[in-house]
């Protein structure tokens, strides 16, 4: 019987479209397999994601700061910073001195505790400053309004954010904390 093809001739198209289909198949699967490790990162950060909140306490005569961590994963506290009228104070007894609040006081007792340099875990909570006399700790609380804290921490993923906590608290991503002002001591 006589076609009018060459021998071979019909194979070449099939092959070519066969190549089409393999190539195909398998762009398809490599995208289905970026989808699937991009949800997989998805779900490994929210597994870890810290979240810090700052509270404040005021209960017979004292004040203190408490610093929790809601999030689900640890939080690295990477820099710290507080402020009173805008210009950083170096320590918790820095701040006292400036709104004095141990002027005419006998008990000058404070318990404060560092939360530079340190990891917080998931549902934990740390008393970062708590002043027990009344008249200084009425003085503290009448200086909150011109007070904010300013940390930056990261996950274990190594994503980070800075906290503001003072007048309006916001949280916002940022690269990293390097560069970012760290000057509390405490």
Request: proline share 4%; net charge neutral; glycine share 10%.
């Amino acid at each position: 019987m006589v076609t009018g093809r060459e021998p071979g001739e019909g194979r070449t198209g099939r092959r070519l479209l066969e190549g089409v289909f393999v190539t195909g198949v398998s762009l398809l699967a490599l995208a289905v397999s970026a989808y699937s490790t991009y949800w997989q990162r998805q779900q490994a950060r929210a597994m870890v994601l810290p979240r810090l909140q700052l509270s404040t306490w005021f209960d017979q005569g004292l004040v203190r700061f408490e610093l929790e961590n809601v999030g689900v994963g640890p939080a690295e506290i990477r820099g710290a910073q507080v402020l009173l009228d805008g210009k950083p104070v170096t320590s918790w007894s820095g701040l006292l001195e400036a709104v004095d609040a141990f002027k005419g006081v006998e008990n000058r007792t404070i318990h404060n505790s560092t939360m530079h340099s340190r990891v917080l875990g998931a549902g934990k909570e740390i008393k970062v400053f708590e002043v027990v006399d009344p008249t200084a700790a009425a003085r503290v609380r009448a200086a909150l309004p011109r007070l904010s804290v300013d940390l930056c921490y990261c996950s274990v993923l190594d994503e980070c954010w800075r906290m503001i906590d003072g007048e309006h608290s916001r949280h916002e991503p940022v690269a990293s904390c390097q560069g970012l002002p760290c000057t509390f001591a405490e």
